[in-house]
């Protein structure tokens, strides 16, 4: 097989949802010195980027979102021994989290999953987040985004703390922040001075997505 062929059928295997071809296409790409570089922003981001659409038509469900997402994720644990430091470029780094007094993290570990799949490195601080956990997360990992989902009406509120405490702490203009969530809107992500909201994982992936290829734009 030529490197594109082995380059489409990994990323074929991501769409069908197949563990088993995607791990034999993977090790027989890598035996044939295919660059895991391109088996990641070929491969992985082009079949996330089907998956995504096929989200949004209606074709696939969660269920299939996740399992692509988590099929991207083993593409990579297996590509990444063979990745000499230099090589290993992420996308950018995101800060996530179920913000305080809510204890859903469904939706949250989903956009996590899939941002690790289009190459982010995640930094998942879980449930019930204090605002002061987002900002020493963000002193510490100096991320690019901050992720925050609220799945409860009376824990919206937690988002609009949390930029607050970036602001007291002087990080709010270091950080993109995204917002998401079942009671989420667009409307309350402006009013709280959120850069972004994500109706859902797909969405917000993509947005994420759209600020780090501005940025990169902005440093050449």
Not at 23 to 34: F, G, H, P, S
Not at 57 to 67: C, K, M, Q, R
Not at 93 to 111: A, E
Request: glycine share 8%; aromatic share 4%.
């Amino acid at each position: 097989m030529s490197k594109e062929k082995y380059l489409e059928a990994i990323r074929d295997s991501i769409v069908n949802l197949d563990f088993d071809k995607s791990r034999e296409y993977t090790l027989k790409a890598l035996e044939a010195n295919v660059k895991p570089q391109e088996i990641i922003s070929k491969s992985i981001a082009e079949g996330m980027d089907i998956v995504g659409k096929k989200f949004e038509s209606g074709e696939y469900f969660l269920s299939e979102l996740i399992v692509a997402g988590e099929i991207g994720k083993e593409i990579t644990s297996i590509l990444e021994p063979h990745l000499k430091g230099s090589e290993i470029s992420r996308v950018g780094k995101v800060v996530i989290g179920t913000v305080r007094g809510d204890l859903h993290d469904i939706g949250k570990n989903i956009v996590a999953i899939m941002l690790e799949a289009a190459g982010f490195e995640v930094i998942d601080l879980g449930a019930d987040v204090p605002p002061e956990k987002f900002v020493e997360a963000v002193k510490k990992e100096n991320p690019d985004i901050v992720a925050m989902s609220a799945l409860l009406t009376v824990t919206m509120v937690e988002m609009k703390n949390v930029i607050d405490a970036l602001k007291e702490a002087g990080l709010r203009e270091k950080v993109k922040v995204i917002i998401g969530g079942a009671p989420v809107t667009e409307e309350f992500a402006r009013s709280i001075g959120a850069d972004g909201y994500g109706a859902d994982a797909v969405q917000g992936v993509r947005i994420c997505k759209a600020w780090m290829e501005e940025k990169s734009k902005t440093k050449t």
